[in-house]
Each structure stands twice: as C-alpha cells, then as structure tokens.
C-alpha cells in the first residue's frame, strides 16, 4: 500500500528561497514526523537503504493545475506531498489521534513561520497501478531534477552476485544525467521490491529484457541544471529536465505491460536520487 498526504498552510509574504524547495519540504516532512515520533524520524533520517518515502517540492493550486514553486514561494496557499511506503510510517502518519496532533501545527518555510490547517489523505493500492495495455511508445517528462546512479564498470550487480563476472576490484559509482532505461527501470525496481510485496509480474525476466535493450530512448529534449541545496556551504545537486521518448524494440506484451506499471508506480514515488527531496518528480504518457 502507498499512502499520499498532502500537507497545505498559508503563506504571507512572498519568500524567496535560498535552496531548491523540494530541501525544503524534506526538512518540513521530518518536523512534522518529530511532533509525533523523534525516534523515527531520526531512524529513517539515518538509514543507509532505499528512503521509505518521497516528497514533492513545494507547490500550489492554480487553476485546478498543480503549479511547482521551486525556488520561490508566493501569497496564497502552498502544499507539498509526502509519499509513503513503509508500513510503520503510514500506521504511524495516518493514526487519527497523529493527524489531529500535526493539524494546527507551526512550522517554518525559510524565515516565514506559518501552520498546517490542512491534510489530504490518498491511499493508493497497487492493484490500481495495474494496466493490460501493452504500448510500445511512452514519453516520459521529468517535471523536476533526476540523476540516476551508474555503476563502474556498468554490469547491472546480479550478474556479478551470480559469479558470471569476475572484478578486479570493488566497483563504484558515479552520478548520470541521462535517462538510461537499464538505470531507470533497476531504480523503479528496486524501490518497488523493497515496499511492495505482490509483484506485476516477474520482475528478474523483466530485468534482463531491459538489459537486453527492451526499450531505448528514440527521441529526447533534455537538460541538465544545477539546484542549490545549502547556499552557505555551496553543497548542490545536478539533474537532468526535459522529456524522453522509448520506444519498445520488440513486441514482448508480457514486458511492455510491466514496464507501464512500473512507470505509472514511478509517477507516484519518483525514481532516482534524492526523491525525499522533490527530484525524480515525472509525467508519463503513451504514445
């Protein structure tokens, strides 16, 4: 079970940010976890595995679209989303006498202090990311900053667990502004094997035809930007925007089904680096 909550408050005055907001709304989501549980915030603050949870950056309603604020907060009523993966922190979140404690809450938006007076409850199954459709072409638009992680040497790790590869050495990684579709779809995968128990098929044969170059980017329109995440020790984070268009390379139904659900699950979560922080924030359409 995934569980979105929308956190809104007013704003006063027009704020500009010194970082890029989706920093902002992780430090808000671990405020507002402290009110309940410090010792969970703090726990999942410190984990060194896959984040269970994500945030959006700041936003707004406009017009009944969602208008992104990333680096600069008006008048009006903003929000941001917390996406919840982990069982403990949605029993924790959701528990009624939990809400009605973060309601009315203060909290600090850069140097405006305002409160919560509102949350927004979604649960999302994952049957209902579900899909039969098999397309063959799907754009992918990455509405906020991605970076993917690349090992060096680039052999996804299974291969080499499974003692088909030797190394000479341990391998490392770097960070890729490019939306490689091996990289994309392992990151989904990852995250979806670590919170969701019943899988949208096999997810192994899934792995390997993407390896095998299922799908490829036919077209892209991307670019790459630098957001700032601590102004005073000039600590930053790149990533890449745009949109990227694949295309299947075969038509494996079993295959293509998967990788919709897969992107549609990443239309919730995110997917790559610093999804706490409102980076991997994507739109998918099928062509």
């Not at 430090?27 to 999942?44: H, M, N, Q, T």
């Not at 980017?217 to 957001?227: A, D, G, P, Q, Y």
Request: proline content about 5%; glycine content about 6%.
């Amino acid at each position: 079970m995934i569980v979105r909550l929308s956190f809104s408050f007013p704003i006063g005055e027009n704020i500009i940010l010194e970082n890029f907001s989706g920093f902002v709304a992780r430090g808000l989501f671990y405020s507002i976890l402290s009110i309940i549980d410090e010792d969970l915030a703090r726990s999942i603050h410190d984990a060194q595995t896959i984040a269970p949870y994500s945030c959006s950056p700041i936003y707004t309603i406009d017009g009944g679209k969602i208008k992104l604020l990333p680096t600069a907060i008006t008048v009006g009523r903003s929000r941001f989303d917390a996406i919840l993966l982990d069982e403990k922190l949605i029993k924790t979140l959701t528990d009624v006498r939990n809400l009605r404690r973060i309601n009315g809450a203060k909290i600090k938006v850069h140097s405006h202090t305002t409160v919560i007076d509102k949350i927004d409850v979604e649960i999302i199954h994952e049957k209902t990311l579900y899909t039969e459709n098999t397309c063959r072409k799907f754009k992918v638009t990455f509405l906020t900053p991605t970076f993917l992680k690349k090992p060096c040497p680039y052999i996804p790790r299974r291969y080499i667990e499974e003692g088909r590869i030797k190394l000479q050495r341990k391998p490392s990684s770097i960070i890729y502004l490019y939306p490689d579709p091996q990289l994309l779809f392992n990151n989904i995968v990852k995250v979806w094997e670590k919170y969701l128990p019943e899988k949208p098929g096999s997810l192994e044969k899934f792995k390997t035809w993407i390896d095998y170059g299922g799908l490829v980017i036919s077209e892209h329109k991307l670019k790459t930007v630098k957001v700032i995440e601590h102004k005073t020790t000039n600590k930053y984070q790149r990533g890449f925007i745009g949109y990227a268009k694949l295309t299947a390379t075969e038509n494996n139904s079993e295959m293509l089904r998967i990788a919709h659900i897969l992107l549609k699950f990443a239309e919730v979560v995110g997917v790559g680096g610093c999804r706490t922080a409102g980076f991997g924030r994507i739109r998918v359409e099928v062509l």
